[in-house]
């Protein structure tokens, strides 16, 4: 999801999204540590895009309180 898609959705949307992007990283890191998953860089591509909502919600928190 790129950057400009998240910065249309709410604040409420956005939480969402993390929480969801959380619970999939959790399942693909124990899967992997299991069994070696076929794409060891969709974990990653995973936390970037965690990094990325979450980033963009403080934009979104911080702007409302001003």
Do not use: D
Request: proline share 3%; hydrophobic share 40%.
């Amino acid at each position: 999801m790129k950057a400009s898609e998240i910065k249309g959705l709410t604040i409420a949307e956005i939480e969402e999204k993390v929480a969801s992007a959380r619970a999939e990283l959790q399942k693909m890191e124990l899967a992997h540590v299991v069994t070696p998953i076929e794409n060891p860089m969709k974990i990653r591509q995973t936390r970037r895009e965690i990094a990325r909502l979450i980033t963009i919600l403080t934009e979104k928190r911080n702007s409302e309180n001003k």
